[in-house]
Nanobody, 116 residues
Framework: QVQLVESGGGLVQPGGSLRLSCAASGVTFSVYTVSWYRQAPGKERELVAV????????IDADSVKGRFTISRDNAKNTVYLQMSSLKPEDTAVYYC?????????WGQGTQVTVSS
């Protein structure tokens, strides 16, 4: 059974940092392209960052460029989203998504709240 589990969310003050993790089980995670999405209250789900099976990465949300990075550790079956200089507008539920030739899996999400 395939499972993606996000962790690392929480409450952080503006300017702070968090590292989100997406841990996979039941799949050969290294072959998957993995993406981070986020969804803020009342807004559509937004693509934040993508990392391919070869480790090539893109930050797709203009609002987080220069502040967020995506990386992966295939030995640990985990993809990370390092978030720095957090702003209140980064508040959202963050989801990871794994895709391999149309086989798509989602995690349950982790809440990130940026507030003083």
């Amino acid at each position: 059974q395939v499972q993606l589990v996000e962790s690392g969310g929480g409450l952080v003050q503006p300017g702070g940092s968090l590292r989100l993790s997406c841990a996979a089980s039941g799949v050969t995670f290294s072959v998957y392209t993995v993406s981070w999405y986020r969804q803020a209250p009342g807004k559509e789900r937004e693509l934040v960052a993508v990392i391919t099976n070869s480790g090539a990465s893109t930050i797709d949300a203009d609002s987080v460029k220069g502040r967020f990075t995506i990386s992966r550790d295939n030995a640990k079956n985990t993809v990370y989203l390092q978030m720095s200089s957090l702003k209140p507008e980064d508040t959202a539920v963050y989801y990871c998504n794994a895709n391999y030739w149309g086989n798509i899996y989602w995690g349950q999400g982790t809440q990130v709240t940026v507030s003083s």
